[in-house]
């Protein structure tokens, strides 16, 4: 009997479930070494054991193990046994407290998914779903949980997307345990989409090897709509303004091109000189106010650029202060102004150079009394020039004086300063100014105390020019013949009339079909086209052109009031050389005809 035991011992010694014999009083009669380590007692035979067992078959449960160093669960198996000649039972015990351990949390898992609106599924790695929440099956039309363990996952998605899930998708998430896209789910009942955060990561085992994945994933369909009508609504901002702008800008043309008309014609009356250059002045704060139109949108999308070139800044300066003195003047307020007699000259862009100054003056007008004070001064700092726009106006709170450059950024509106304006003014300072490698700051001693907005901007040591008068000098063997093609009468006359002053020859059409007709008759060397006219518009004209006999060889500009970035690529598109927005410049006209002009002469 005793070899019989060893032999038992040596056999059970060797295994990891505990096994025990006991007394039908539960006196421990027999245990080997795997018991005495779970029961966390030792030596364990002769002591008494609480373990409920049937006296009369097998029995199989799950029990509590108080051990002293907390609870524990073991899965126990008895069954009666007569034991050296009396009645007792063995009994087989396995440690699972980390299986309910696990059971426990996903039992709270369970609980939790089960009271949550988003879409919480698991799977394991074949992809078969093994649970998913009500608030899930209810999103993507499931009756039930049998249903939806029948449908791979890849079955959520609509077919053009399955590829990628399967392809691309869960790679990533067992090569980094997470990962998440918007896509759309598939309603098994509607077939609609519905789109969704979907949001997955691995289930891991003990050892820390994948064995399924798990997904909290959100229905974003509410947002995306929002999205979609921001875009939209956005698009039809960018429409909008682009038509807005198109439609001021027709009539300045004819304006602008009247008042370098008259300057042509060399009239002798002070008073036309002045009334002409009033014209020419305003017309181009008139266009620069509606490029400000479009830098709402251009700001938002960091879009702006810039058309340097060599400039004196005191000229800038001075026509700038020619504006202002109208508003400035309206409320009776005092311009101080202090400048260098010498050139200050630096390589920017005039038009947003004024465009700042012209913000900063306005700004300081309005916020500052009837017969208030405002001072503007520059001075050369070493290699920079500084300019201050100061006024004894409202000031800036400190509250607001860190943020004042931000976009939408005003003080407190009252009654009398309802025209505060929309907020971009600043912002747009701050961007054109760093734009030109320079930086633009405010102070103010506080409420009620004034301002000051100081501007540092690098300049150009050594220059011996400075820009020309945009209107040009006739060249005596100009020679060259240009169409002028467009619908509005006023802009196509004035145009022509410009060009003729200026010793091209000139012919006009008011349609696309006249142009067509007039190449063919008067052969000119460039064509000056409208794009916004009815029938046939300058994008389709300029195609029909290109595939004239001749047509490859003309000079095709685009002369329009749409002047946004698509705009100009969709004229690269149609076959047009140039892309020229209204009202026309003269002298930016004049150097694209250069190369033509010298190519003729030669």
């Given at each position: 009997m005793a070899?019989?035991?060893?032999?038992?011992?040596?056999?059970?010694?060797?295994?990891?479930?505990?096994?025990?014999?006991?007394?039908?009083?539960?006196?421990?009669?027999?245990?080997?070494?795997?018991?005495?380590?779970?029961?966390?007692?030792?030596?364990?035979?002769?002591?008494?054991?609480?373990?409920?067992?049937?006296?009369?078959?097998?029995?199989?449960?799950?029990?509590?193990l108080i051990r002293p160093n907390g609870l524990a669960w073991a899965e126990m198996r008895s069954t009666p046994l007569e034991w050296d000649g009396q009645p007792g039972y063995v009994i087989a015990l396995r440690d699972i407290t980390e299986r309910k351990h696990i059971e426990l949390e996903r039992q709270k898992f369970v609980s939790l998914a089960d009271n949550s609106m988003e879409f919480i599924g698991m799977s394991d790695m074949n992809f078969i779903p093994f649970y998913i929440n009500e608030a899930g099956m209810r999103l993507v039309g499931l009756d039930s949980l049998e249903q939806a363990v029948r449908t791979p996952v890849q079955e959520f998605f609509f077919p053009e997307d399955q590829r990628f899930i399967l392809g691309e998708f869960f790679p990533r998430v067992v090569r980094e345990g997470h990962a998440d896209v918007e896509i759309r789910f598939r309603h098994f009942k509607s077939g609609a989409g519905i789109w969704m955060l979907y949001n997955v990561f691995t289930i891991k085992d003990s050892t820390g090897e994948p064995v399924g994945f798990a997904t909290v994933s959100r229905d974003i369909s509410a947002s995306k709509q929002v999205k979609a009508a921001?875009?939209?609504?956005?698009?039809?901002?960018?429409?909008?303004?682009?038509?807005?702008?198109?439609?001021?800008?027709?009539?300045?043309?004819?304006?602008?091109?009247?008042?370098h008309i008259l300057d042509r014609l060399n009239l002798e009356d002070p008073?036309?000189?002045?009334?002409?250059?009033?014209?020419?002045?305003?017309?181009?704060?008139?266009?620069?106010?509606?490029?400000?139109?479009?830098?709402?949108?251009?700001?938002?999308?960091?879009?702006?650029?810039?058309?340097?070139?060599?400039?004196?800044?005191?000229?800038v300066i001075k026509a700038v202060l020619e504006t202002a003195r109208g508003f400035i003047l309206a409320k009776q307020q005092h311009l101080d102004v202090c400048l260098p007699e010498q050139p200050i000259l630096l390589e920017g862009d005039s038009v947003r150079l004024s465009q700042v100054l012209l913000n900063l003056l306005d700004n300081a007008s309005k916020y500052s009394l009837e017969k208030g004070q405002i001072e503007v001064n520059a001075q050369r700092l070493g290699a920079e020039?500084?300019?201050?726009?100061?006024?004894?106006?409202?000031?800036?709170?400190?509250?607001?004086?860190?943020?004042?450059?931000?976009?939408?950024?005003?003080?407190?509106?009252?009654?009398?300063?309802?025209?505060?304006?929309?907020?971009?003014?600043?912002?747009?300072?701050?961007?054109?100014?760093?734009?030109?490698?320079?930086?633009?700051?405010?102070?103010?001693?506080g409420a009620g105390l004034g301002s000051t907005f100081s501007i540092r901007l690098p300049t150009i040591v050594k220059a011996t020019t400075v820009p020309v008068s945009e209107t040009p000098t006739p060249s005596p063997n100009a020679g060259m013949r240009v169409l002028v093609v467009d619908d509005d009468s006023d802009v196509r006359m004035s145009t022509a009339l410009l060009l003729e002053l200026n010793g091209y020859e000139v012919k006009m059409a008011d349609s696309g079909e006249q142009a067509i007709t007039l190449i063919d008759a008067f052969h000119p060397d460039v064509v000056l086209l409208d794009i916004g006219m009815p029938g046939e518009?300058?994008?389709?004209?300029?195609?029909?052109?290109?595939?004239?006999?001749n047509g490859g060889d003309l000079l095709l500009i685009a002369l329009s009031g749409y002047g946004r970035a698509e705009d100009l690529a969709r004229s690269q598109e149609a076959g047009f050389d140039h892309h020229l927005v209204k009202p026309l410049n003269l002298h930016t006209l004049c150097n694209l005809l250069e190369p033509k002009l010298t190519n003729k002469l030669n």
């Amino acid at each position: 009997m005793a070899t019989h035991r060893s032999k038992l011992d040596l056999i059970l010694g060797t295994i990891t479930d505990g096994v025990l014999v006991v007394d039908s009083q539960g006196v421990v009669l027999y245990a080997n070494q795997a018991a005495e380590k779970l029961l966390a007692r030792s030596p364990i035979v002769g002591q008494s054991l609480a373990i409920p067992v049937n006296p009369d078959k097998n029995s199989y449960q799950d029990i509590n193990l108080i051990r002293p160093n907390g609870l524990a669960w073991a899965e126990m198996r008895s069954t009666p046994l007569e034991w050296d000649g009396q009645p007792g039972y063995v009994i087989a015990l396995r440690d699972i407290t980390e299986r309910k351990h696990i059971e426990l949390e996903r039992q709270k898992f369970v609980s939790l998914a089960d009271n949550s609106m988003e879409f919480i599924g698991m799977s394991d790695m074949n992809f078969i779903p093994f649970y998913i929440n009500e608030a899930g099956m209810r999103l993507v039309g499931l009756d039930s949980l049998e249903q939806a363990v029948r449908t791979p996952v890849q079955e959520f998605f609509f077919p053009e997307d399955q590829r990628f899930i399967l392809g691309e998708f869960f790679p990533r998430v067992v090569r980094e345990g997470h990962a998440d896209v918007e896509i759309r789910f598939r309603h098994f009942k509607s077939g609609a989409g519905i789109w969704m955060l979907y949001n997955v990561f691995t289930i891991k085992d003990s050892t820390g090897e994948p064995v399924g994945f798990a997904t909290v994933s959100r229905d974003i369909s509410a947002s995306k709509q929002v999205k979609a009508a921001l875009r939209e609504a956005n698009q039809r901002k960018d429409e909008f303004l682009a038509m807005l702008a198109h439609e001021l800008r027709n009539p300045l043309t004819p304006i602008n091109n009247a008042a370098h008309i008259l300057d042509r014609l060399n009239l002798e009356d002070p008073q036309l000189s002045w009334a002409t250059e009033i014209i020419k002045r305003q017309v181009k704060h008139l266009t620069h106010l509606v490029d400000d139109l479009l830098d709402v949108s251009r700001i938002a999308r960091g879009k702006i650029s810039l058309k340097k070139e060599r400039i004196d800044l005191v000229e800038v300066i001075k026509a700038v202060l020619e504006t202002a003195r109208g508003f400035i003047l309206a409320k009776q307020q005092h311009l101080d102004v202090c400048l260098p007699e010498q050139p200050i000259l630096l390589e920017g862009d005039s038009v947003r150079l004024s465009q700042v100054l012209l913000n900063l003056l306005d700004n300081a007008s309005k916020y500052s009394l009837e017969k208030g004070q405002i001072e503007v001064n520059a001075q050369r700092l070493g290699a920079e020039v500084e300019i201050r726009v100061r006024d004894n106006g409202t000031g800036i709170s400190p509250e607001l004086l860190p943020t004042i450059f931000d976009m939408f950024q005003q003080g407190m509106r009252t009654l009398d300063r309802s025209q505060g304006g929309l907020g971009i003014g600043l912002t747009l300072v701050k961007q054109l100014v760093e734009l030109h490698g320079g930086q633009v700051t405010a102070s103010s001693p506080g409420a009620g105390l004034g301002s000051t907005f100081s501007i540092r901007l690098p300049t150009i040591v050594k220059a011996t020019t400075v820009p020309v008068s945009e209107t040009p000098t006739p060249s005596p063997n100009a020679g060259m013949r240009v169409l002028v093609v467009d619908d509005d009468s006023d802009v196509r006359m004035s145009t022509a009339l410009l060009l003729e002053l200026n010793g091209y020859e000139v012919k006009m059409a008011d349609s696309g079909e006249q142009a067509i007709t007039l190449i063919d008759a008067f052969h000119p060397d460039v064509v000056l086209l409208d794009i916004g006219m009815p029938g046939e518009n300058g994008y389709q004209v300029a195609q029909c052109i290109r595939r004239l006999p001749n047509g490859g060889d003309l000079l095709l500009i685009a002369l329009s009031g749409y002047g946004r970035a698509e705009d100009l690529a969709r004229s690269q598109e149609a076959g047009f050389d140039h892309h020229l927005v209204k009202p026309l410049n003269l002298h930016t006209l004049c150097n694209l005809l250069e190369p033509k002009l010298t190519n003729k002469l030669n």
